[in-house]
């Protein structure tokens, strides 16, 4: 199955935990609202590091999902690993497996994100049981 539409994000940056600022990560907290498909809101985590050179950077995140998905009820969580490789992005998002709930049991899937003039969008392979 595919669902797409548009979604919005806050990025709240956090401080490092306590005995880890030498390491220089990023820490971020996600706030999403997703419309279309998937009429849904997300709270979630976000660890960063930057390269040595400009354009070079890593992060990963976790978030749980909770809304429907083409109208079944339930909740999920999503695994981010994105890296840029002196400007060239790259980035995987996937279902963690076991973490559907309610109508969502059993959930598979990965998500892409669009990025156009600001704007988020993405769209959303997946399978159900």
Do not use: C, W
């Not at 997300?42 to 070079?56: D, F, H, I, K, P």
């Not at 749980?64 to 981010?80: E, M």
């Not at 996937?94 to 598979?108: F, N, Q, R, Y």
């Amino acid at each position: 199955m595919h669902a797409s539409g548009p979604f919005e994000v806050k990025l709240s940056l956090q401080p490092p935990a306590p005995g880890i600022e030498a390491a220089k990560l990023g820490r971020q907290t996600l706030d999403k609202r997703f419309s279309g498909d998937l009429e849904a809101s997300s709270l979630g985590e976000m660890l960063s590091a930057g390269g040595n050179v400009q354009g070079s950077a890593g992060y990963v995140a976790i978030e749980r999902v909770t809304g429907t998905l083409h109208g079944k009820r339930g909740s999920f969580v999503l695994q981010h690993v994105g890296t840029m490789d002196r400007g060239v992005p790259s980035l995987s998002i996937h279902v963690v497996p076991d973490s559907g709930t309610e109508e969502l049991t059993g959930l598979k899937g990965s998500m892409l994100i669009q990025i156009e003039q600001g704007k988020h969008a993405y769209t959303f392979d997946y399978s159900l049981p």
